[in-house]
């Protein structure tokens, strides 16, 4: 029997419980403008995260880690510099986390999770979309939730300034940074 999504008035959410996030069906992605004419993608490799649907809506919470010195552009000097002091310093500040502090519902399967993203010692609040994508039993017996999340934050409110200027008077480093979050979460026995 596959988990049902619970629905009430009108909201498609994800059926209370604890689930944790597994990261070997999930990716924590995300997007940046290079020199201002094309985009550069990376991820984290090592992350993990919980979701806690109660009852009510108001009362469920997210949590997520992220190990930042698992970043992978694809680009080893690229990583490189990405985990030294200009950027992340994963020397100083290891991990990313975001708690939420409020879930708003806007109808179907959307809500808007909003709460602080601590990066590089830095925390600010947030708001991400999210869109639960269904729920599902594994054929090993284990209880899913999909759910798709995105934001942009700008990187200089995080203390993530290092940039050069381009001849034409552009930049190298695009500010504004879209994040990427798919999780496939399992829920706790």
Known sequence: ????????????????????????????????????????RGRFKEFEGTIVAAEEIADSRVYGTVK???????????DAHLRSADFLDVERYPEIHFESSRIEPLGGPRFRILGDLTLKGVTREVALDATVEGAERDPWGNDRVGVRVRGTINRKD????WQKMLESGGFLVGEEVNLLIDVSAVKAA
């Not at 930042?68 to 690229?78: K, V, Y």
């Not at 995080?158 to 300034?161: E, H, P, R, Y």
């Open 1 to 40: 029997m596959a988990t049902q999504l619970q629905t009430e008035q009108g909201i498609v959410r994800v059926p209370t419980g604890v689930w944790h996030v597994d990261p070997a069906h999930s990716s924590v992605e995300f997007e940046v403008k290079h020199m201002m004419i094309a985009t550069v």
């Open 68 to 78: 930042a010195g698992s970043i992978d552009t694809n680009d080893e000097a690229r």
């Open 158 to 161: 995080f203390g993530l300034t």
